[in-house]
T-cell receptor, first 115, second 113 residues
Framework: NAGVMQNPRHLVRRRGQEARLRCSPM?????VYWYRQLPEEGLKFMVY????????ESGMPKERFSAEFPKEGPSILRIQQVVRGDSAAYFC?????????????FGSGTRLTVV | GESVGLHLPTLSVQEGDNSIINCAYS??????FIWYKQESGKGPQFIID?????DKRQGQRVTVLLNKTVKHLSLQIAATQPGDSAVYFC????????????FGKGTKLTVNP
């Protein structure tokens, strides 16, 4: 079991470009959570998805950000027209069911730098 | 050594000492609490959890204490080792909803050999 895989590990984008972050959950996990971490801060919840459904997107910015978790393939967090303030580490976590603590497994994150 | 979380985000201890990391949580409705360890360049790693119907839980070298009256959580690490150096986050959640985690800001623990 390879764990939660995120790619790329590092991503550099110029202002105005699009960023696509991928998360492959652990085998058998159908629940995915995305979090954002600014330097020197804790993680902030963004969105919770099950296969083909967005369950809770209360932490997603209203514009430029979207997420999906298709029936086949990884979950994608998409940021359009990136700005410098989007620079952060983005983590996903997966769970076989709505998370009960120890069921939550985090990936190693994608570090986005906007220049 | 002891930290007060948000007001003292760094804690430096000698190898072999006990460490205490504190956290004040925000939501009185939260019923599940977790401590995570995050090493540089990595994702959070689960350490120990506690439900709101408990006030203490012990693991291997770690103990979590929960005081619901003052909404305070602490992590005690016994016989701290250099490998314990990392940033430690507490997180809270309410298990009746989507169970998204709300993280504290974290405390950076440095263990000196």
């Amino acid at each position: 079991n390879a764990g939660v895989m995120q790619n790329p590990r590092h991503l550099v984008r110029r202002r105005g470009q699009e960023a696509r972050l991928r998360c492959s959950p652990m085998k058998g996990h159908s629940h995915v959570y995305w979090y954002r971490q600014l330097p020197e801060e804790g993680l902030k919840f963004m969105v919770y998805l099950q296969k083909e459904n967005i369950i809770d997107e209360s932490g997603m910015p209203k514009e430029r950000f979207s997420a999906e978790f298709p029936k086949e393939g990884p979950s994608i967090l998409r940021i359009q027209q990136v700005v410098r303030g989007d620079s952060a580490a983005y983590f996903c976590a997966s769970s076989p069911r709505p998370a009960r603590t120890g069921d939550y497994t985090f990936g190693s994150g994608t570090r986005l730098t906007v220049v | 050594g002891e930290s007060v979380g948000l007001h003292l985000p760094t804690l430096s201890v000698q190898e072999g000492d006990n460490s205490i990391i504190n956290c004040a949580y925000s939501n009185s409705a939260s019923d599940y609490f977790i401590w995570y360890k995050q090493e540089s360049g990595k994702g959070p790693q689960f350490i120990i959890d506690i439900r709101s119907n408990m006030d203490k839980r012990q693991g291997q070298r770690v103990t979590v204490l929960l005081n619901k009256t003052v909404k305070h959580l602490s992590l005690q690490i016994a016989a701290t080792q250099p490998g314990d150096s990392a940033v430690y986050f507490c997180a809270e959640t309410f298990t009746g909803g989507s169970e998204k985690l709300v993280f504290g800001k974290g405390t950076k623990l440095t263990v000196n050999p």
